[in-house]
């Protein structure tokens, strides 16, 4: 299997609101255009980032109706489909795969909590009922409560060919090791977190589905190609550089600060939904200065 099936850097891309709260369909267009042409492989529509959860289903669906359109052929369009009900989520990914995907995101369950068994199930599932969808398996404990473990996603990896990939956003990299020496290059690992992309190439990852790429994507670009030619350390020197804007981004919860930045650099993307709240004046000062560092905006 190709590890070029989705890329090296996916960028989990915001969803633009104009000011009354709706959503800016022509920002988006432009910005996922510009994420294309600077560093990103694919774009992750509808995914944390781009605040899932407070979007309608018909606004999910015109987004992914215009960024399929702005990025073309330049670039893979992934699509969270995920839901805590499979019922739902094989909906969702099977309107979505109608529309035009390149794969699912599916998200392990939140809130209910499901044993291994019934994750198990679960993604089976939607593999089964959508077989020429590839998906990605989305690994985030923090937010859903329950770990998709190594064993499990390899024993899915093995029953279902369609299951080709996983965000692992646990921040276990012994997990991601795990991953990698059960599944080889049969299940490619994304890193679900910026500042683990460079530590989790070493145990196996292929790329990162990234926030931060959404305004240096083109070095994180670098910095896994520089890896990949053995440039070790040049590979370190630039996750060194990017230390502080990988860190700066999480200062509240995400995408607060990234729409923050994105307005500083002129980007019309508007505010957060409730129940997510306007960024503090502190981390504002906070993200204009490390964009100020990194000479992404002028001092």
Excluded at 202 to 212: D, L, N, P, Y
Excluded at 249 to 266: R, V, Y
Aim: proline share 4%.
């Amino acid at each position: 299997m190709s590890d070029y099936i989705f890329g090296r850097v996916l960028t989990a891309m915001v969803t633009p609101f104009n000011g009354d709260g709706s959503v800016n369909y022509g920002v988006a267009e432009k910005l996922a255009s510009y994420l294309v042409d600077n560093g990103s492989d694919g774009i992750v529509v509808c995914g944390t980032t781009g605040e899932s959860p407070a979007l309608e289903h018909e606004e999910k669906n015109e987004l992914l109706k215009v960024i399929k359109s702005a990025v073309g052929n330049r670039g893979k369009i992934i699509m969270g489909t995920g839901s805590n009900s499979t019922t739902s989520a094989i909906a969702l990914t099977r309107e979505a795969e109608k529309i035009g995907i390149d794969g699912s995101l599916q998200v392990v369950p939140y809130y209910n909590k499901p044993p291994q068994e019934g994750l198990y199930r679960h993604f089976g599932a939607i593999a089964s009922a959508c077989p020429d969808v590839p998906i990605m398996l989305y690994n985030i404990p923090g937010r859903t409560g329950k770990n998709l473990e190594s064993t499990t996603i390899a024993q899915l990896g093995e029953k279902f060919d369609n299951i080709v990939a996983v965000k692992e956003a646990s921040g276990n990299l012994e997990q991601a090791a795990q991953i990698n020496a059960l599944c080889g290059d049969d299940m490619l690992i994304y890193s679900g977190e910026d500042f683990l992309t460079l530590p989790m190439m070493t145990v196996g990852g292929v790329g990162v589905v990234s926030v931060a790429s959404h305004l240096v994507g083109n070095d994180i670009q670098a910095m896994i190609s520089a890896y990949e030619l053995g440039k070790n350390k040049l590979a370190q020197e630039i996750q060194q550089k990017l230390h502080f804007i990988f860190k700066v981004l999480f200062c509240d919860t995400n995408p607060i600060p990234l729409k923050s930045a994105l307005q500083l650099l002129g980007w019309n993307v508007g505010g957060v939904r409730l129940p997510l709240s306007p960024i503090s004046e502190e981390h504002k000062l906070e993200v204009k200065k490390v964009l100020q560092e990194l000479d992404l905006l002028s001092k």
